[in-house]
Each structure stands twice: as structure tokens, then as C-alpha cells.
């Protein structure tokens, strides 16, 4: 029933910018706290960026702080990862994942945390 789908993934180069965006169905998006992964060729998933259901909050790992934004549209059930000044070490699938959260304000940074999946979109980041 519940399905998320990734979306706008492609091949940059370093300094781009790329905006990769995830389609929900099948759950009342907006009690859901979301998140953006990305796995690498050969390394764990990892957490990227995450924002809380009622929007308020939000969190991203250190190496994309700055560079990245995360954004819902609840009215569209959408979820949205901006990607500004791209790096090569940016390059990997980037998976959405969501999750019901214990508190309105409460985001996830471990995949352990979250219990739906997208299938991935990818993003290459050439130099």
C-alpha cells in the first residue's frame, strides 16, 4: 500500500546543483517524519537530511550542511532534497524513507529509524 518514489536524479557536474524529490502514496504523509539516505558504491546507506512531520525541524549530516536543502509539500505529499554546489563524494543512490515519528517535532537520522522505503534514484557527480 504505501509506496514512495524517487524522482530527478542524474549526472552533474562538481559545483551543480540537482533537485531530487520523492512521491508518497498510500499513508497519511503528513503525520510522517521523512528522511534522505544515499549509499555509495561499496559503503553503508547513510544518513543525509531529515525534516520532522509538521515541518518545523530539521537536521542534515555535516557534509552537506550548507549546501543542502529539505523541503515537504504536504498538500502534494512530496518530499524534496535541494542539492546546491555538488561535490564527487556526493555521488551515490539517494533513497526516501519515512516513518511515524513519537512526537510532532521528532526527526531520524539511522535507518534503523524508519520503516518505509523508496527504491532509489541515482545522482553522479563527475569532476
Known amino acids: 500500500q504505501i509506496q514512495l518514489v524517487e524522482s530527478g536524479g542524474g549526472s552533474v557536474q562538481a559545483g551543480d546543483s540537482l533537485r531530487v524529490s520523492c512521491a508518497a502514496s498510500g499513508l497519511i504523509f503528513s503525520t510522517y517524519a521523512m528522511g534522505w539516505f544515499r549509499q555509495a558504491s561499496g559503503k553503508e546507506r547513510e544518513f543525509v537530511a531529515a525534516?520532522?512531520?509538521?515541518?518545523?525541524?530539521?537536521y542534515f549530516t555535516a557534509s552537506v550542511k550548507g549546501r543542502f536543502t529539505i523541503s515537504r509539500a504536504n498538500a502534494e505529499t512530496t518530499v524534496s532534497l535541494q542539492m546546491n554546489s555538488l561535490k564527487p563524494e556526493d555521488t551515490a543512490v539517494y533513497y526516501c524513507?519515512?516513518?511515524?515519528?513519537?512526537?510532532?517535532?521528532?526527526?531520524?537520522?539511522?535507518?534503523?529509524?524508519?520503516?518505509?522505503w523508496g527504491r532509489g534514484t541515482q545522482v553522479t557527480v563527475s569532476s
Open positions: 525534516i520532522s512531520r509538521s515541518g518545523d525541524n530539521t
Open positions: 524513507a519515512a516513518t511515524f515519528p513519537p512526537t510532532p517535532s521528532w526527526l531520524g537520522t539511522r535507518t534503523s529509524q524508519y520503516t518505509y
